[in-house]
């Protein structure tokens, strides 16, 4: 259930501005002062092309980024500047699905080994531990008998949903999912989606998606914000935005998405490449 649109957020960036230092004396700006917020039970989307700071929003919110100035406050607490122990302590309530599912795996680790291990470290029982797992991977629609095979023993489509168990595992409030399913065939993306959906209406987890294509928010998110050059230029409800673009930059993002109708198609070509034109 979503939580009402006049409740507190469980997470709220507000001005949030991130340097990345190229040389000794020359910074990049990648966030100029990006307000975003994230309700209980909600799914906002974080769209826009490669290098429009989307990533790093994230990662700023997974302490990962070091921010210059603004803020960060998660369930009303401020937590811009975690480190060590409160960092340590978030990671009960914040985690996250990176793109590459393979690429966040051990591979020397059995997939009962890689769900279990941050459970572990939290002082859950080995067999306490072993009960969740089997749980989240019931949860994720994977047989039992996954624990006891590695990584590269499974498609990129059940790679990821070993991704979002071990996610999971820590009953989380929040996860920032980073491009989830950019690497994945369009089939495949479907059937994560849905069950990303599912997960959040059995568990009510909270999403900050990040994606490049509006097509995968317009199905799961239900509420969207666009970037462009580290500014958030077009923010509302997901079928406002995906329909109805008020931003020249959401209507380019919109039309560079292929439809399968070839007339259509160039139809959205020429329609492209005049606003690219007059940008």
Not at 86 to 108: C, H, K, M, W
């Amino acid at each position: 259930m979503i939580a009402p649109e006049d409740a507190a957020p469980l997470l709220a960036v507000e001005d949030l501005v991130v340097d990345y230092r190229l040389h000794r004396k020359l910074k990049l700006r990648a966030l100029k002062g990006v307000s975003i917020s994230v309700g209980a039970g909600e799914c906002v989307g974080l769209v826009g092309e490669s290098g429009s700071g989307k990533s790093t929003l994230g990662k700023a919110v997974l302490g990962l980024a070091a921010v210059a100035s603004g803020r960060i406050s998660f369930d009303g607490k401020d937590i811009t500047h975690a480190k060590g122990a409160e960092r340590r302590r978030l990671a009960n309530d914040i985690q996250v699905v990176f793109q590459d599912p393979y690429g966040s795996l051990d591979p020397t680790m059995t997939v009962g080994e890689v769900l279990a291990e941050p459970l572990q470290v939290g002082g859950t029982s080995k067999a306490q531990a072993r009960s969740v797992v089997a749980e989240m991977l019931d949860h994720v629609r994977l047989p039992a008998d996954s624990v006891h095979r590695y990584p590269s023993e499974f498609s990129g489509g059940q790679r990821q949903r070993i991704a979002i168990a071990r996610a999971l595992v820590r009953r989380p409030r929040l996860i920032v999912c980073d491009e989830p399913v950019s690497a994945l065939d369009l089939t495949t993306q479907a059937t994560i989606l849905d069950l990303f959906i599912d997960l959040q209406r059995d568990t009510g987890v909270s999403y900050l998606f990040v994606s490049h294509d509006l097509g995968v928010v317009r199905r799961i998110c239900h509420r969207v914000s666009v970037m462009y050059h580290g500014e958030i230029v077009e923010s509302g409800h997901t079928a406002q935005v995906t329909q109805d673009p008020e931003h020249p930059y959401t209507r380019r993002l919109l039309l560079a998405a292929p439809v399968a109708d070839p007339a259509r198609q160039a139809e959205r070509r020429a329609a492209w490449l005049g606003l690219r034109d007059s940008a």
